[in-house]
């Protein structure tokens, strides 16, 4: 008696501030999700063009193209629907729902497959290896992600963050990394990716089941009384979520011991890069091999490494240390390191002298 006082008296506290689905505001949500999850028309034209633009986004290193490939996913919905369901017990919803998601997702691999087969020697970009950097991280968005498509799905006055849910969601990107890492023949990089992907996909259901128990749209007021297929979905499910933890937290424990996935260098300003220009041009048999600073203020720093044919004396090094630091505007650390290097004149003919030497260092012009 006293744990149903308990237990009532923590769904009343729950209810004062979480607000609660009544039985029209349920049904229309059924029909909602039952309209939207239908293997139509519309639903593959989208299915498409998605992976589609993510497959070019990707290739082209695009994040803005892939962030719309995100934005026209039409996966929010048979992902919304499998929740409900799940949570509904209404098993009908629950397999539509999951055999159109099933449909999706094999079309849109199959997408992103042909364009990597028509691009078979294109370099895979940053955007792409990001993909199978998937760690315990992933997961949390993926739950948070989850909870709030939910709550959005079941108040209309929210449902403009949809948007926002499909961008953190990220369900596109990784089935196209798939798919173009399938047609390339890189399986590390289609088990990370699907990894990542499966991970998307258990936990957005799992958050967003629990939003929508928060919410009280479960028919069952028992366990007694929750069907036995909607109970094993659910532990299912539920052990999912811990097996993927574990590779996702090796993965996590990994990137820490090796660093932030980041460029070693940023790019340097373009005074910087005219003033060591000018200041090459001054001198002859020398060219910029690396030119850029090594962080962010306060800890910036400019790395310059020059090839030179002969050692630079120091007074020389003093006159280009201050010229940068006059186009940077400040005082800021600079590193300027020669290499040395044997010279060849471009017009040098190898028979004339046998002994291997090496051609011109890469210049900017």
């Not at 091999?289 to 203020?297: D, K, M, V």
């Not at 600079?334 to 040098?348: G, I, N, Y």
């Amino acid at each position: 008696m006293q744990k149903e006082l308990n237990e009532k008296t923590w769904k009343d506290r729950l209810g004062q501030w979480m607000p609660q689905l009544e039985r029209p505001e349920r049904q229309v949500m059924v029909d909602r999700f039952n309209a939207a999850n239908h293997w139509n028309a519309d639903f593959v034209i989208m299915m498409i063009l998605s992976p589609a633009l993510a497959a070019l986004g990707l290739l082209q290193n695009s994040i803005p193209v892939v962030i719309g490939a995100m934005l026209v996913s039409p996966l929010i919905s048979p992902l919304g629907g499998s929740a409900f369901g799940l949570v509904q017990c209404n098993f009908k919803l629950f397999r539509q729902s999951m055999k159109v998601l099933t449909y999706g997702v094999a079309m849109s691999i199959g997408i992103a497959f042909l364009f990597g087969l028509l691009m078979p020697y294109h370099e895979l970009t940053l955007e792409i290896e990001a993909r199978g950097e998937a760690n315990l991280l992933d997961l949390g968005v993926a739950l948070i992600s989850g909870m709030i498509a939910a709550y959005a799905l079941a108040r209309p006055s929210v449902a403009v963050t949809l948007s926002g849910v499909a961008i953190a969601a990220a369900l596109v990107p990784p089935m196209a990394v798939v798919g173009i890492a399938l047609s390339h023949g890189r399986m590390y990089l289609v088990l990370a990716a699907g990894l990542l992907f499966v991970t998307n996909i258990v936990a957005i259901i799992l958050g967003a089941a629990s939003t929508f128990m928060c919410l009280r749209v479960q028919r069952s007021k028992t366990q007694a009384d929750t069907p036995r297929w909607a109970v094993r979905v659910m532990m299912a499910m539920s052990l999912g979520v811990v097996l993927l933890a574990l590779p996702l937290g090796g993965a996590m424990y990994k990137q820490a011991g090796r660093g932030q996935v980041r460029p070693m260098m940023y790019p340097a300003s373009q005074g910087v890069r005219a003033a060591v220009l000018d200041w090459i041009a001054q001198h002859e048999n020398m060219s910029i091999l690396i030119l850029g600073r090594a962080s962010h203020e306060p800890e910036s720093a400019i790395y310059l490494y020059i090839a030179c044919a002969q050692p630079i004396s120091a007074s020389e090094v003093a006159d280009l240390i201050e010229n940068i630091q006059t186009a940077y505007g400040s005082k800021v650390s600079v590193r300027v390191v020669p290499v040395q290097t044997a010279w060849m004149p471009q017009d040098h003919d190898p028979d004339e002298e046998p002994d291997l030497r090496l051609e011109d260092p890469p210049g900017l012009e």
